[in-house]
């Protein structure tokens, strides 16, 4: 029989983890297009500041952190895991290195057709891998699934299952690792 206390923290770590999702999905974008397109000279050496704290270990950040959570009283709170972890500047690099490979033509093209900032980052930037693959055999798994909800449910789910299991296959293969961290980690039942 599982103990409560395990269905408790399985809850708690999708709790946290759907607000911070939610947010990357939202701020990692914006901020990566807004540090490739923004026209400001001191643009790259704040970009640069901001890859210094990604690369800083946390046990350097954890002090800093620690204390400007206690400013707006958030320190004992979820939040003070979840806002963090939305800001992270991973996400934002990796972003924008994709980005910056698009084609500055395709965006004056759009602005003199009329498209304001807004609709170019998302009609242009965000669905970027549907506008440049022509055909549905060269899209990934993950545009097909989301284009296939309107076609026959028996390849819907094959398909789901496909792109499942690789996932599955290295949760399998560290099986162990898991297990022997969630021992060490000093939950007791």
């Known amino acids: 029989m599982i103990n409560p206390v395990y269905l408790r923290l399985i809850w708690n770590s999708v709790a946290l983890l759907l607000p911070i999702l939610a947010g990357q999905f939202v701020i990692a974008p914006l901020a990566a297009y807004g540090f490739w397109q923004w026209k400001w000279k001191y643009k790259e050496g704040l970009f640069f500041v901001y890859m210094i704290v990604m690369l800083m270990p946390m046990q350097l950040t954890l002090v800093p952190h620690?204390?400007?959570?206690?400013?707006?009283?958030?320190?004992?709170s979820w939040w003070a895991?979840?806002?963090?972890?939305?800001?992270?500047?991973?996400?934002?690099?990796?972003?924008?290195?994709?980005?910056?490979?698009?084609?500055e033509?395709?965006?004056?093209a759009a602005?003199?057709?009329?498209?304001?900032?807004?609709?170019?980052?998302?009609?242009?930037?965000v669905d970027q891998a549907v506008v440049f693959i022509e055909g549905s055999y060269k899209?990934?798994?993950?545009?097909?699934?989301?284009?296939?909800?309107d076609g026959e449910a028996i390849v819907y789910?094959?398909?789901?299952?496909?792109?499942?299991?690789?996932v599955l296959f290295a949760f399998l293969m560290a099986k162990e690792y898991l297990i022997e961290g969630i021992s060490m980690s000093g939950v007791k039942s």
């Not at 620690?66 to 004992?76: E, F, M, Q, S």
């Open 139 to 149: 899209f990934p798994m993950s545009v097909y699934l989301s284009q296939s909800l």
């Open 157 to 166: 789910y094959a398909a789901s299952v496909i792109y499942m299991l690789p």
């Open 111 to 125: 602005r003199l057709d009329g498209a304001g900032e807004f609709q170019i980052y998302r009609k242009i930037i």
């Open 105 to 108: 033509e395709c965006l004056e």
């Open 66 to 76: 620690y204390l400007v959570t206690g400013w707006p009283g958030i320190r004992h």
């Open 81 to 103: 895991i979840i806002l963090p972890a939305m800001f992270h500047p991973l996400r934002v690099f990796l972003i924008r290195q994709q980005i910056k490979e698009f084609p």
